[in-house]
């Protein structure tokens, strides 16, 4: 079946810094990908996709790419600020026959940023 | 603005008794999901529905009910056979469940048995 495994959270860092969440992915026949994010108290909201191998989606400084070949989707950002802190998720929809769109969630990184 | 509305946000309810959230959409989106989140985990499937007046299970869909009457509304009910219902649900939209669309989502609605 498929699954999607995110790096473990919670991370910490100072405004500025460099920010890499690792996701790695397992599916049948070839998936697009996601990367959603979660404020406080609040719902999903889709934040970068990418639908087939090497695209990169790109969205407020946030880039990750298709990288079919080590099934990954990694999210990185070059200079986070507070207002990123949140808890991000990465998702695959592999929907082929009576998928009918579900996706498939990797557990959530917490993102603390400090000033 | 089109989106997609739930109802209430905070929910309580005692042991035994059901309950339904609500979950609207002006998107006019074929697809529509439900969702369970709890505290470190995923999103996990509960139920969703395709086109109206059909639904199918998704991977915890015990204890929990769906109607998909009209082309906007997706009800959730949580019956008293839910062994441990407390926990953040969310509703979902979707175009037409391709592989490349977008799923929506909701605010939410959290769930609290007392």
């Known amino acids: 079946g498929n699954s999607v495994t995110q790096m473990e959270g919670p991370v910490t860092l100072s405004e500025e810094a460099f920010l890499t969440i690792n996701c790695t992915y397992t599916a049948t026949g070839y998936p697009s990908l996601f990367w959603y994010v979660q404020y406080p108290g609040e719902g999903l909201q889709l934040l970068l996709k990418a639908t087939k191998a090497d695209d990169k989606g790109s969205n407020k400084g946030f880039e990750a790419t298709y990288r079919k070949e080590t099934t990954s989707f990694h999210l990185e950002k070059g200079s986070v600020q507070v207002s990123d802190s949140a808890v991000y998720f990465c998702?695959?929809?592999?929907?082929?026959?009576?998928?009918?769109?579900?996706?498939?969630f990797g557990q959530g990184t917490i993102l603390t940023v400090h000033p | 603005d089109g989106g997609i509305t739930q109802s209430p946000k905070y929910l309580f309810r005692k042991e035994g008794q059901n309950v339904t959230l609500s979950c609207e959409q002006n998107?006019?989106?074929?697809?529509m999901y439900w969702y369970r989140q709890d505290p470190g985990q995923g999103l996990r499937l509960i139920y969703y529905s395709q086109i109206v007046n059909d639904f199918q299970k998704g991977d915890i869909a015990e204890g929990y009910s769906v109607s998909r009457e009209k082309k906007e509304s997706f009800p959730l009910t949580v019956t008293s056979a839910q062994k441990n219902p407390t926990a953040f649900y969310l509703c979902a939209s979707m175009e037409s469940g391709t592989r490349t669309d977008t799923q929506y989502f909701g605010p939410g609605t959290r769930l609290t048995v007392l």
């Open positions: 998107l006019n989106h074929d697809a």
């Open positions: 998702a695959l929809n592999s929907a082929g026959g009576t998928s009918y769109g579900k996706l498939t």
